[in-house]
């Protein structure tokens, strides 16, 4: 018998609307968020060119265009902007790699976990700015001390999420494999690590903002050339413009970042 053609008509209305919903909801949504961040820069604009706010402090939308064009027509921009996304990258997928397998070693050894819990927690809680000196002292001025700012900021993080990401793994579950003799890796390959890909995935999220205040943060302190060098030469020179550029250029990145994860968080939901 030959398969029936699914058409519009073969659901039933109150689905057909609940679909017809789901699109006005979503056009609703992207409406406003480019409609808020419009508005936003046009009132900022405004406001500038009316010295309600003063523009040496403020900048202005327009002023970060121009410099914006400068920095480009000086080749600096770029230069500047490929090496923060460097270390970026680099420390994102350094903290998020050990991280993860911190946490794997740590779920498979209940002793080892509540040994070193409370140093986790601790390491947590410090500040990591506090480091910077030591940090410079143990592998240098430059990228190296970068990079391991940013996989310091991160790599707890990650592996805190994730070790409670295999904890609250379903019991019923790792129980039904142990009646059928799965061993501890199987365990873990078959139910835990599957279980726990949301969080993955929220942990990604959470590590792309956090890897770029790490590199920031870290070209604050020991930097050549990057984002977070013009944001404080900027600001030693008193030139918002350029403080703001640097910071507009920042924002484009993270979120260029964020939407690839978005991107593997639908194929992964699909």
Same mark, same amino acid.
């Given at each position: ?8 008509? /073969?659901?039933?209305? /109150? ?75 680099? #420390?994102?997928?350094?903290?998020? $790699? ?23 927690? $601790? ?18 001025? #430059?990228? /190296?001390?970068?990079?391991?700012? !940013? $996989?310091?900021? !991160? ?13 609250? !793994? ?52 020991? /930097? ?10 900027? #600001? ?6 350029? $403080? ?27």
């Amino acid at each position: 018998m030959k398969n029936k053609k699914i058409t519009a008509t /073969s659901f039933s209305k /109150s689905h057909q609307l609940y679909v017809s919903k789901l699109k006005k909801d979503k056009f609703i949504v992207i409406f406003f968020r480019i409609f808020i961040l419009v508005a936003f820069i046009g009132l900022w604009e405004l406001l500038t060119y009316l010295k309600v706010l003063d523009p040496f402090f403020f900048s202005s939308p327009s002023r970060i265009v121009a410099t914006l064009g400068d920095l480009i027509s000086a080749g600096t921009l770029f230069h500047h902007a490929w090496v923060t996304l460097y270390e970026t990258l680099i #420390g994102f997928a350094i903290a998020t $790699v050990l991280g993860y397998l911190i946490a794997v070693a740590l779920w498979w050894n209940e002793k080892v976990r509540k040994i070193f819990e409370p140093y986790i927690i $601790v390491l947590n809680s410090l500040p990591k700015i506090a480091l910077g000196p030591v940090i410079i002292l143990w592998v240098g001025a #430059g990228t /190296s001390a970068i990079v391991l700012m !940013c $996989v310091l900021i !991160c790599i707890v993080i990650t592996t805190m999420s994730m070790l409670s990401a295999f904890i609250a !793994c379903d019991e019923g579950k790792i129980l039904l494999l142990k009646s059928m003799h799965a061993n501890k890796f199987q365990i873990l390959w078959k139910c835990v690590l599957p279980n726990s890909m949301p969080d993955f995935i929220s942990v990604l999220k959470i590590n792309v903002g956090m890897a770029w205040v790490g590199s920031i943060m870290g070209e604050y302190l020991t /930097s050549k050339a990057g984002l977070g060098y013009l944001i404080v030469y900027g #600001g030693q020179i008193f030139k918002i413009d350029l $403080v703001m550029t640097a910071t507009f250029v920042l924002c484009i990145l993270a979120f260029l970042m964020y939407f690839l994860v978005s991107l593997l968080e639908r194929r992964y939901k699909k």
